[in-house]
């Protein structure tokens, strides 16, 4: 019989990924907007701190779907239980 998999340890599990993701999104959007800014804008800040912008806004979306597919599926969980 497999263990019980509990809400909380699924939650948590998924906090850890939107954190590790966002952090890998920002990194990657400032690094971004750094070459876009040497390469293109003559070393403005703006395409730098757009490119960070960017990235925690695709991650703050990931987390909210993800998010919010666990808490639906809690919700389904727990209707069947109640019958």
Do not use: H, Q, T
């Not at 019989?1 to 959007?29: H, N, Q, T």
């Amino acid at each position: 019989m497999a263990s019980p998999v509990y809400i909380e340890e699924e939650l948590g599990r998924k906090w850890d990924k939107c954190i590790s993701d966002s952090i890998l999104k920002f990194g990657g959007g400032l690094v971004l907007g750094g070459v876009f800014s040497l390469l293109f804008f003559k070393r403005k800040r703006w395409p730098i701190l757009m490119g960070g912008g960017f990235g925690i806004g695709m991650a703050y979306s990931n987390c909210e779907k993800d998010l919010n597919a666990s808490l639906r599926s809690c919700d389904k969980c727990a209707e069947k239980e109640s019958k």
